[in-house]
């Protein structure tokens, strides 16, 4: 009851103080896994991604957040969960995994880390590996416009990309999902909403 009366309170106020808007919902499955890859601007950016759609997302974040006891608590309650980006990350995907398997919905920034510049940066091959893995659908997601106060802030979901599109096509499935993931970000960023 809690997550569902923040999920509101939080959407007003970024319909309130950002202009906010979704496009593309229609592109998030009703049912069943996928995993959700936005472009990374803002330490806002999961809960904008969170409130933007009516499932729940759940968060691979940095394992340094985790290590501040009161935030800690607050975003797994949020069901976000560690990543050691140094590290391979094994046991995120392990989680990722299971989530996935129970018909979960992840929220994955591909960039791995929040863009300094607010250009799109290269994309890791994280979210390839775990939709190859377990045959799920990735959603390309654009956040536009920036966090500036009254003024439009965007939520695009582009159409899901299946792994199952390079299976027998490609040498390097991963690279190659992620290389097109990112363009179709890059693509939505430039459709000129803001």
Same mark, same amino acid.
């Given at each position: ?9 939080? %959407? ?42 009516? %499932? ?57 880390? %929040? ?59 991963? %690279? ?19």
């Amino acid at each position: 009851m809690l997550y569902l009366t923040l999920h509101w309170i939080v %959407r007003f106020l970024f319909s309130v103080f950002f202009r906010y808007r979704v496009i593309g919902a229609e592109n998030i499955p009703k049912t069943g896994p996928a995993i959700i890859c936005p472009n990374h601007i803002s330490n806002l950016d999961p809960p904008l991604i969170g409130v933007s759609t009516k %499932r729940k997302v759940h968060f691979m974040a940095k394992e340094e957040l985790f290590r501040i006891p009161i935030f800690r608590s607050l975003i797994r309650y949020l069901n976000a969960f560690p990543v050691n980006r140094s590290g391979g990350g094994r046991e995120a995907i392990q989680k990722g995994m299971e989530l996935l398997k129970e018909d979960k919905i992840l929220g994955i920034f591909p960039e791995g880390t %929040r863009s300094k510049t607010g250009k799109l940066g290269k994309g890791r091959v994280g979210a390839a590996v775990l939709a190859c893995r377990a045959g799920v659908p990735l959603i390309p997601t654009a956040i536009i416009g920036g966090y500036r106060l009254f003024r439009p802030l965007y939520v695009v979901f582009g159409k899901p990309i299946h792994p199952y599109e390079y299976e027998g096509k490609s040498s390097n499935p991963v %690279r190659d999902l992620t290389d097109r993931l990112m363009k179709e970000i890059q693509r939505l960023l430039d459709s000129n909403l803001s």
